[in-house]
Structure formats: structure tokens, C-alpha cells
């Protein structure tokens, strides 16, 4: 691996972006969690479940309904910095 980074500067870079975003991705999905565990300990138990009842159609619908324009707008940005 060290061989590759030494070829490819821009390699090593990638990398660290790579690692600080998937450390930043474990940390929210931390805090996350810990925010859902206290609201469900403030409101109860079954207030939570009307809760999640209501928030899961909208954390499910959402991505879906987008059909993954973030990625198709990244790769196209992409593609197009590429052609330059």
C-alpha cells in the first residue's frame, strides 16, 4: 500500500479525505443514536413508537423520492471536470 501512495501523491490525499469522512459519518451516526435514546426515555414509550410510527415512511419515502439525484448530479460534475 505505501508503494501506491508513494506513486500516486493524490492517492494519499483520497485517503485522509476518506478517512476523516468515514470518522465524521461514525460520529453523527453516534450522536444519532445517543438523541434517539434520550427522546425516547424523555417522551416514553409509547409516544416513541408514535413517533417513529410517523418518522419512518418520511426517512424511508424521502431518499426515494429524490431517485438518487445527488449521485447522478456528482458523477455528471464529475464527468464533466473530467472532460476539461
Known amino acids: 500500500m505505501t508503494a501506491h501512495v508513494a506513486a500516486h501523491p493524490d492517492l494519499d490525499?483520497?485517503?485522509?479525505?476518506?478517512g476523516v469522512?468515514?470518522?465524521i459519518q461514525i460520529?453523527?451516526?453516534?450522536l444519532s443514536?445517543?438523541?434517539?435514546?434520550l427522546l425516547a426515555r424523555w417522551i416514553g414509550a409509547g409516544q416513541y413508537g408514535v413517533y417513529a410510527f410517523y418518522i419512518a415512511?418520511?426517512?424511508?419515502?424521502i431518499p426515494m423520492l429524490t431517485r438518487g439525484d445527488c449521485v447522478i448530479k456528482v458523477r455528471s460534475y464529475a464527468?464533466?471536470?473530467?472532460?476539461?
Open 13 to 18: 490525499v483520497v485517503l485522509r479525505g476518506a
Open 21 to 23: 469522512v468515514f470518522a
Open 27 to 30: 460520529v453523527g451516526a453516534a
Open 33 to 37: 443514536y445517543f438523541a434517539l435514546v
Open 57 to 61: 415512511p418520511l426517512k424511508t419515502g
Open 79 to 84: 464527468i464533466r471536470e473530467k472532460l476539461r
